[in-house]
């Protein structure tokens, strides 16, 4: 259980150049599990994922933490936006943020070098790595402060099956381990290997949610053909 | 004293005033340029917009501005500045920091449109961000750097004004290659140009590899 949530949106509106495009949002994210958002593109995944994180401003109602404390979720983007250091600073950096001894940012930075298998690149530079790797090192940087959230905006979007098996991996692991994930995705294969909590998107809004059961059983018309694959508006 | 004496006294004495100024006026513009890249408010674009304009500020005008404030008569004319190094490097901070700013801000803006959201993301105060986009641009920065010695290095009509071109006191490169001229020395003006020269190449040369700026990988 994560001491940051439940996490709790209000009557969330997001306009932009006059349009809404996120909302009316009410939503609760419970403590446990695994949360994924689907929905077809331009329905308002990121923005949702940006405005529980508190990267994007809402123009009406409210986002409510339990207990806030920003240094306790963490963001991957789903272009992984690498420093312009070495992929072990890379690492470093949010420590170094938080003045976290040297010592310990060693420890953190070798323990999650060899957890994601980059132990041969650590004083290379990060924007030399391939397409998986540099995911798999944004989402090392996002852990390495020991987030109790971890929001992900298609971490897997672009990448091979054998860089998307790696990554599913770590995140199945830090689930495991009690860091609660809330993650967008367009792959349905993804969402169901990974899904406690399904969050169905359309047009900005919550079309419908609930646990993983709705894949098999969704109550609307919108979900059932979105899961079949066919087109959605 | 001779004249290879005299020339390494002038040269050293360009070499001074001018790094002098540029690190002067490095510590004001490079904050200033990462400033104005990260922060918004609302005269933002107007102050850019000016210092931008300043870039062409003409040398002699800021010449005969500092000459009035150091004047005896002038409002800092108690510092008995006028006619010294000091008052050339005061000329020359004025004439470059707003090329540096300009340029640093251009490079900064760039860099932080890559961070802006990781930078937001991980909670970074506003000192945190400007001073990541210091580090992680400073090879960008360095080219700012340069821009600003390069003019530094060759300005003539501020320092003539405020220096006074004296001999020994406050002759450089470029105010003894105006006096041989002048004079109808072209032989030794001319030698004094490549001697300029020379010297603007071997600081860039220097600073680009001490900073490692061409190896690879590296920024």
Known sequence: MTAAFPLTLSGVHVRKQGKTVLGPVDLTLATDGTTIIVGPNGSGKTMLLRVMHGIERVNDGQVAWECDDPAKHGFVFQTPIMMRRTVAENLAYPLKLLKTPKDQIAMAVDHWLARI????????QATRLSGGERQKLAIARALIRKPDVLFLDE???NLDGHA????????????SAGTRLVMATHDMGQARRLANDLVFLLDGKIHELGPAAIFDRPATGALAAFLRGDIVT | MGIDEELWEISLRSLRVTLAALLIASAIAIPLGTYLAVQRFRYRRFVISMINALMGLPPVVVGLVVYIMLSRSGPFGVLNLLFTPTAMIIAQVIIITPVIASIAHQSMRELWAEYHDLLISLNTSKRQRILTLIYDGRRNLLTAALAGFGR?????????????NIDH???VLTTAIALETGKGDFALALGLGFVLIGIAILVNLAIHTLSRTEREGRW
């Not at chain 1, 298998?117 to 290379?124: D, K, T, V, W």
């Not at chain 1, 998307?164 to 689930?175: D, G, N, P, S, W």
């Not at chain 2, 290095?153 to 405020?162: D, K, W, Y």
Request: net charge negative.
């Open chain 1, 117 to 124: 298998g980059l132990e041969a690149s650590r004083n290379g």
């Open chain 1, 155 to 157: 971490p897997c979007a």
């Open chain 1, 164 to 175: 998307t098996r790696e990554i599913e991996a770590l995140l199945y692991e830090v689930a």
């Open chain 2, 152 to 164: 530094a290095i060759g300005e003539v009509g501020a320092i003539m004004i405020v220096g006074g």
């Open chain 2, 169 to 171: 006191v406050t002759r």
